[in-house]
Every structure is written in structure tokens, then in C-alpha cells.
């Protein structure tokens, strides 16, 4: 079974800094997908940025990029530029590009607080 | 408004009542599941149906009980609610894309508290 490791349950960063999130997954599959979600207290689960294991080139969504070490096994998420409405849990998920069951495997999820 | 839809936004309720939590997408989704949220743990799967009469277990489906009679309605049943089942619920949707690279799209969540 696979299984998504959050190492960082907090982290905090000042306002305009950048912040990186850290993820790291176990699996004995070559083709997957790999996702970051956002969610602030309004407890919505906002999809962040998505990265297809069989694609080099790092996913970069506006202010957020990922950086994919297929080898190592390891989905950092970094934030530039950060913003207070960046405050949230973040969740990193694995999903098997053979599961029938489209079931999404997330991390513990690390609490990102921003200081003005 | 594409959205997943679940009810109630909270819910209290005492051991052994038993409970309804209801789904409704209206993005024609042929895929829903529900996941349940606990500090720590991340988002663990519930159950999930890949179409209308057709569900599965995930992770953690003890105690819990689905129905998928109509495609856009997913119902999560407590038949007999134990406090090791407080928790945030979450109701999910997606299409059935090539590569399960389609985005699941997330209710807002049922706090659910059982004393």
C-alpha cells in the first residue's frame, strides 16, 4: 500500500518570503499522480497543483511550484511570494494511475501561518 | 454553480441514533467517495462507487454504510454512531478520466460529533 509522509506539521513564514512544504511517498508503482490541497478554515479542500509522475518538468501554478524527485520520492510544494491568505493546512496526495478505486491517499497535512 | 453538496454543516448526536449525511453533485460525476478527516491522519477513504449501484470499501468502512441509488446522490449511513466516529466528513466527486487524473471535487465538510 502506499503511504504519503508530511514531516512538518507546522510551519510558519513572513509575509512576501517563500515557504517550501515538504512530501514524501512510498510506492512500488512507476505511473501515479501526485496533488497538493489547500484547505483554510472554511474547511474547503481546494485542489493547489497536480504533477503526473511520468512528466519531468516540475507543475507551477501562478505563485506555486512543485519539485518532483521521482527517485527519491519526494513532491516538495514551494510558495512564493506568500500571501496571509496563504494560511492553511496543506495535504499531500498520491493517487495510482491503476487504482480503480480513484482513491486519493494524503499525507498528515502541515498547518502553514503566515505573519504579517 | 458546478458543486458537491453534503448535509448537514454540523451535526451532534449521541451513541447508537442513528444518522444520515447526504451528497448531491450536479456535475454528472461518475465516480463519488467519502473520506473522513482526523489530526494527523490526512483524509482516510470511507467507501467510494464508481457508478450507480456500485460501491466498494475503502480504508476505514467500519461502521459505516453507503448507498448509490441514483447518480447524483452518495449518502453516508451511521447505523450505530460511536464516539470513535467524531470526526470531519468529506464527500468527493470526479469523472472517471483517463489516468484517474480527474480532479476530485470536495463538499465542505460535516463536523460530526458523537457523545
Known amino acids: 500500500a502506499q503511504t504519503v509522509t508530511q514531516s512538518q506539521p507546522e510551519m510558519s513564514v513572513q509575509e512576501a518570503e517563500t515557504v517550501t512544504l515538504s512530501c514524501t511517498y512510498d510506492t512500488s508503482e512507476s505511473d501515479y499522480y501526485l496533488f497538493w490541497y489547500k484547505q483554510p478554515p472554511s474547511r474547503q479542500m481546494i485542489l493547489v497543483i497536480r504533477q503526473e509522475a511520468y512528466k519531468q518538468q516540475n507543475a507551477t501554478e501562478n505563485r506555486f511550484s512543485v519539485n518532483f524527485q521521482k527517485a527519491a520520492k519526494s513532491f516538495s510544494l514551494k510558495i512564493s511570494d506568500s500571501q496571509l491568505g496563504d494560511a492553511a493546512m496543506y495535504f499531500c496526495?498520491?493517487?495510482?494511475?491503476?487504482?480503480?478505486?480513484?482513491?486519493?491517499?494524503f499525507g498528515g497535512g502541515t498547518r502553514l501561518m503566515v505573519k504579517p | 454553480e458546478a458543486q458537491v453538496t453534503q448535509n448537514p454543516r454540523y451535526l451532534i448526536t449521541v451513541t447508537g441514533k442513528k444518522l444520515t449525511v447526504t451528497c448531491s453533485q450536479n456535475?454528472?460525476?461518475?465516480?463519488m467517495s467519502w473520506y473522513r478527516q482526523d489530526p494527523g491522519l490526512g483524509l482516510r477513504q470511507i467507501y467510494y462507487s464508481m457508478n450507480v449501484e456500485v460501491t466498494d470499501k475503502g480504508d476505514v468502512p467500519e461502521g459505516y454504510k453507503v448507498s448509490r441509488k441514483e447518480k447524483r446522490n452518495f449518502p453516508l449511513i451511521l447505523e450505530s454512531p460511536s464516539p470513535n466516529q467524531t470526526s470531519l466528513y468529506f464527500c468527493a466527486s470526479s469523472f472517471l478520466g483517463t489516468g484517474n487524473n480527474s480532479p476530485l471535487h470536495f463538499g465542505n465538510g460535516t463536523r460530526l460529533t458523537v457523545t
Open positions: 456535475m454528472n460525476h461518475e465516480y
Open positions: 496526495a498520491y493517487r495510482s494511475a491503476n487504482n480503480a478505486g480513484n482513491m486519493l491517499t
